[in-house]
């Protein structure tokens, strides 16, 4: 198995561009988590998914951040307007299914915004 | 919410000797504990876990023990080499209450001298 898949692994961008990341979970998985990473902050959960379904965005630091899963080998997560404070690793993450506790992590995408 | 705090924030230890990682939590209704091993620009990848209902779990070099009335879980790396260099992760999950989220410690740098 690939594990789980994120593109691009590096971005960098100007502020005020819009930004958007991708994942391609582990085939058969049925959760879909997205973190981000940064020294002061840690890990944060900032969105996660059952089913293509979000069930909790309550980490979405604000409406510049969406995310979607349209379908079960896809999601994505977009800034839009970026500002430099977003710069961070952005990690999608998968699970077998809802009732399931292990995460699989992918290798993350490092976004700085300049 | 799930609160976790772990220490240290950096370990140095030299080959062959033993490191010890600590974590408390807040939510006694927490039941999963896993460890995530983080290398320089790669995902978290579960190294360990262990659930409430088991005081102690080993797999080769590492074991985690958790304490339940104290709300304290550890990680021990035994004759520790310089692969097990990176930064380690504690996280804990609910029974319920919280779907699938995993709140994570802020990290621990460990580095193995030779």
């Known amino acids: 198995d690939a594990g789980v898949i994120q593109s691009p692994r590096h971005e960098v961008t100007e502020m005020g561009q819009e930004v958007t990341l991708r994942c391609k979970p582990i085939?058969?998985?049925?959760?879909l988590f997205w973190y981000r990473q940064t020294m002061m902050r840690g890990l944060e959960l900032l969105i996660y998914f059952n089913n293509n379904v979000p069930i909790d965005d309550s980490g979405m630091p604000e409406d510049r951040f969406s995310a979607k899963m349209p379908n079960a080998s896809f999601s994505t997560l977009k800034i839009q307007p970026s500002e430099p404070r977003d710069s961070a690793v952005y990690f999608c993450?998968?699970?077998?299914?809802?009732?399931?506790?292990?995460?699989?992590f992918g290798p993350g995408t490092r976004l700085t915004v300049l | 919410g799930e609160n976790v705090e772990q220490h240290p924030s950096t370990l140095s230890v030299q080959e062959g000797d033993s490191a010890v990682i600590k974590c408390t939590y807040s939510d006694s209704a927490s039941n999963y504990f896993p460890w995530y091993k983080q290398e320089l620009g790669k995902g978290p990848q579960l190294i360990i876990d262990?659930?409430?209902?088991?005081g102690e779990k080993k797999d080769q070099r590492i074991a985690v023990t958790l304490n339940k009335t104290a709300k304290h879980f550890s990680l021990h790396i035994t004759e520790t080499q310089p692969e097990d260099s990176a930064v380690y992760f504690c996280?804990?999950?609910?029974?319920?209450?919280?779907?699938?989220?995993?709140?994570f410690g802020t990290g621990t740098q460990l580095k193995v001298e030779l």
């Open positions: 085939s058969g998985h049925n959760s």
């Open positions: 262990i659930r409430s209902n088991v």
């Open positions: 996280a804990a999950k609910p029974l319920t209450g919280g779907g699938n989220k995993l709140t």
């Open positions: 993450a998968s699970g077998e299914t809802s009732a399931s506790d292990t995460q699989y």
